[in-house]
């Protein structure tokens, strides 16, 4: 009976300090010390040779780096003017860019860093996502910045490596997107509407427009396909959203971070890392319709984020600011 007891207590021991320890440890830091100003944007990871892409918006550069350390391998210059959105085909040999200062697709050799091919587009190309499951990049193109109302989903096969399809919205400014394999749905955010556009990916026709509560300027987005949520990242003030993903309907809000920039759903411990301007929240899942902030980090000014699970690590990128004497890459291992 004395031993029962004693594992039971051991038992309950353990259980309070997994319950009770935090989700993200910071474990190092990676100096940046040539990139002196400027927006990072997204990530792109390549598990089979270890390596880990980001686009430096103002300095211009693919920073390349090994994992899972986070030590800086490259900075490459010459391929991309302003890249925004970057994503790897399945073998990890090209890298497409979203290069808004040639308005193009730019595709290069990651052995050689050689330009393959540039695709032009509208003015602007930033935010996009890619469905494995079709080899398609969706890239927003065009709007504002072409001086129209009117914006372009531009299909990018990144086998053929060619536009096969372009999808007009009636925004002037595309922001994050998200894929629904369920239910062949495109989540789309139109930042100077307030407004998520549902896309039929079976008829390439917008189907249908969500309002984000306001203020708003939805930029960040993240959906998990097993509680059909779709989660929105608001800026000024800093805001979550919970939106059911069939009806739009607003289940919670949160205040969070402020000039969200990422979202990540982290399956398998039910959990969000949202970056932005003044640090990381990590939001766990209670239910499908209730959520709560559980840690908050310092990432030095950095809203820019990706997460490997097979490695558990998170990765997060800064510029030099008022809050960093210089950029840098921060890894955070996820407890």
Same mark, same amino acid.
């Given at each position: 009976?004395?031993? *029962?007891?004693?594992?039971?207590?051991?038992?309950? *021991?353990? &259980?309070?300090?997994? !319950?009770?320890?935090?989700? #993200?440890?910071? =474990?190092?830091? /990676?100096?940046?010390?040539?990139?002196?100003?400027?927006?990072?944007?997204?990530?792109?990871?390549? #598990?089979?040779?270890?390596?880990?892409? !980001?686009?430096?918006?103002?300095?211009?550069?693919?920073?390349?780096?090994?994992?899972?350390?986070?030590?800086?391998?490259?900075?490459?210059?010459?391929?991309?003017?302003?890249?925004? %959105?970057?994503?790897?085909?399945?073998?990890?040999?090209?890298?497409? *860019?979203?290069?808004?200062?040639?308005?193009?697709?730019?595709?290069?050799? /990651?052995?050689?860093?050689?330009?393959?091919?540039?695709?032009?587009?509208?003015?602007?190309?930033?935010?996009?996502?890619?469905?494995?499951?079709?080899?398609? &990049?969706?890239?927003?193109?065009?709007?504002?910045?072409?001086?129209?109302?009117?914006?372009?989903?531009?299909?990018?096969?990144?086998?053929?490596?060619?536009?096969?399809?372009?999808?007009?919205?009636?925004?002037?400014?595309?922001?994050?997107?998200?894929?629904?394999?369920?239910?062949?749905?495109? &989540?789309?955010?139109?930042?100077?509407?307030?407004?998520?556009?549902?896309?039929?990916?079976?008829?390439? %026709?917008?189907?249908?427009?969500?309002?984000?509560?306001?203020?708003?300027?939805?930029?960040?987005?993240?959906?998990?396909?097993?509680?059909?949520?779709? &989660?929105?990242?608001?800026?000024?003030?800093?805001?979550?959203?919970?939106?059911?993903?069939? /009806?739009?309907?607003?289940?919670?809000?949160?205040? *969070?971070?402020?000039?969200?920039?990422?979202?990540?759903?982290?399956?398998?411990? %039910?959990? #969000?890392?949202?970056?932005?301007?003044?640090?990381?929240?990590?939001?766990?899942?209670?239910?499908?319709?209730?959520?709560?902030?559980? =840690?908050?980090?310092? /990432?030095?000014?950095?809203?820019?984020?990706?997460?490997?699970?097979?490695?558990?690590?998170?990765?997060?990128?800064?510029?030099?600011?008022?809050?960093?004497?210089?950029?840098?890459?921060? !890894?955070?291992?996820?407890?």
């Amino acid at each position: 009976m004395k031993v *029962i007891k004693l594992i039971a207590i051991i038992n309950s *021991i353990l &259980f309070s300090t997994l !319950v009770s320890a935090a989700p #993200l440890t910071l =474990q190092s830091t /990676t100096p940046l010390p040539e990139i002196t100003g400027g927006d990072f944007d997204h990530f792109a990871a390549d #598990l089979k040779r270890h390596r880990l892409y !980001v686009s430096a918006e103002i300095y211009g550069s693919i920073e390349v780096f090994n994992l899972p350390d986070g030590s800086h391998l490259a900075s490459e210059r010459s391929v991309a003017r302003t890249p925004h %959105k970057i994503a790897l085909t399945d073998s990890g040999d090209e890298l497409f *860019i979203a290069d808004a200062g040639s308005a193009s697709a730019r595709i290069v050799d /990651t052995k050689t860093f050689a330009l393959k091919q540039a695709i032009p587009l509208e003015a602007q190309p930033d935010s996009g996502v890619v469905d494995r499951r079709t080899g398609i &990049f969706y890239l927003g193109n065009g709007g504002a910045q072409s001086h129209k109302e009117t914006a372009y989903i531009s299909l990018i096969s990144m086998a053929k490596q060619s536009v096969i399809s372009r999808i007009s919205v009636p925004a002037a400014q595309i922001k994050a997107m998200a894929t629904d394999p369920a239910t062949e749905r495109l &989540f789309v955010n139109f930042r100077d509407k307030n407004e998520v556009g549902i896309v039929d990916l079976r008829t390439r %026709k917008l189907m249908g427009v969500w309002p984000v509560p306001g203020p708003s300027r939805n930029s960040a987005m993240a959906f998990d396909s097993q509680s059909n949520r779709l &989660f929105i990242g608001s800026r000024n003030p800093g805001k979550l959203f919970v939106l059911d993903a069939k /009806t739009g309907a607003v289940v919670q809000a949160l205040d *969070i971070v402020e000039t969200s920039d990422e979202i990540i759903f982290d399956r398998q411990h %039910k959990q #969000l890392f949202v970056a932005g301007s003044n640090g990381l929240d990590v939001i766990r899942q209670i239910d499908n319709d209730h959520y709560k902030i559980v =840690q908050h980090v310092d /990432t030095m000014g950095g809203k820019t984020a990706t997460y490997i699970p097979s490695m558990k690590k998170l990765y997060v990128v800064h510029t030099k600011s008022a809050d960093s004497a210089e950029a840098g890459l921060q !890894v955070f291992r996820v407890n």
